[in-house]
């Protein structure tokens, strides 16, 4: 089956050159891909990761200059959560500060750190101080030192009705296993070394969302190849009659797509080809990279996008 964890995530957000000021110069995440929306090549995809765009480390945004806001709701993922070594969460909680970052003051939860915080689009971010990742490269920026740099996805949350049916796919589909309850939350577990938190938060008659600019689109989970995927759309149909999409060719994964019982869109994403594939490691996210079918249309598109600079 592979690692299991999540793939990317990807959300919603207003104009692209804030995006890209705030996720790689303030966090220090990589530009790994600059390539367009493939169902909306009017739009920018932007993918920020660690150094190598490995999975579980992957945010994704479609940018808008003038996208209405969204608002959080019950059926949507509530926070995406990375982590830092532990010593660095205090590096974190200056730089926030320093760089008037809306945040909330440090935390616990399941025994760990946790430092809140706002992107410019008010999208519910968080750094969990978690033990083990020192091990892991980090990315080293002219004002974040290698060592406290976010390292990858802790998780996310999600906000839903109640938690059983989506509890089942995330068990049953997609291989996590429960591990520990606080509160409100029921936390699941995979292995993957980043992305493997998934925490559930059941809440009864909260709003609906309206999706917009600061709210998140939907959350991939890996498959390692296309035979452990369709494997998973096959256990998603015969136990829980839900049907995925067909298989979608996104050039650096192949996707399918499905809505859990919850209302959260779901992804199951392949790890390969990865973003190497047209790209040197060293030159991941410099030039505008568009899939053959959009290629002719290179002049068009590149004339509607704003300069990123």
Known sequence: ?????IHHVTAIAGPALRNLDFYTRTLGLRLVKKTVNFDDPGTYHLYYGDEAGQPGTILTFFPWDHAAP???GVGETQEIVFCVPEAAIGFWSHRMIEK???HEPLIKRFGETVLAFRDP???RLALVARSGVDAASGRSTPDIPAD???RGFHGVSL???EAQPTAAILTDVLGFRETARENSLIRFTGDAAFGRIVDLRAVGG???PRFGAGTVHHVAFRAADDAAQAKMVRKLADNHGITATEQKDRNYFRSVYFHEPGHILFEIATDAPGFAIDEAP?????????PPFLEERRAEIESRLPDLG
């Open 206 to 208: 909260f709003l609906k």
């Open 282 to 290: 060293a030159e991941l996210g410099q030039a505008l990279k568009l």
């Open 159 to 161: 906000l839903i009705e």
């Open 70 to 72: 969204g608002r959080l």
């Open 121 to 123: 689009d008010g999208m």
């Open 1 to 5: 089956m592979g690692a299991i964890g």
């Open 148 to 150: 406290h740099a976010i």
């Open 100 to 102: 008037g970052v809306p």
